[in-house]
């Protein structure tokens, strides 16, 4: 998850807001123990999913973390 994180982390810099990227990210960052970063980028996930259609898996995933 470690070097999961860290490749999605630089795709970032190339599409700081695509919505896979940053899903994964957060599931990596939740795999991998940090549960800060996990929360931020499940945050971003929610955000930018906000008007998504509710069977979108990803952002219902964000949404549900974020409960938590």
Same mark, same amino acid.
């Given at each position: 998850?470690?070097?999961?994180?860290?490749?999605?982390?630089?795709?970032?810099?190339?599409?700081?807001?695509?919505?896979?990227?940053?899903?994964?990210?957060?599931?990596?960052?939740?795999? =991998?123990?940090?549960? =800060?970063? =996990?929360?931020?980028?499940?945050?971003?996930?929610?955000?930018?999913?906000?008007?998504?259609?509710?069977?979108?898996?990803d952002?219902?995933?964000?949404?549900?973390?974020?409960?938590?």
């Amino acid at each position: 998850p470690g070097a999961a994180l860290t490749e999605f982390e630089a795709s970032q810099k190339l599409d700081p807001n695509r919505l896979a990227a940053l899903y994964g990210a957060a599931w990596a960052a939740e795999t =991998a123990g940090d549960a =800060a970063k =996990a929360r931020r980028y499940y945050e971003r996930v929610a955000e930018l999913g906000g008007k998504a259609d509710a069977d979108r898996t990803d952002v219902a995933a964000a949404r549900a973390y974020l409960k938590k």
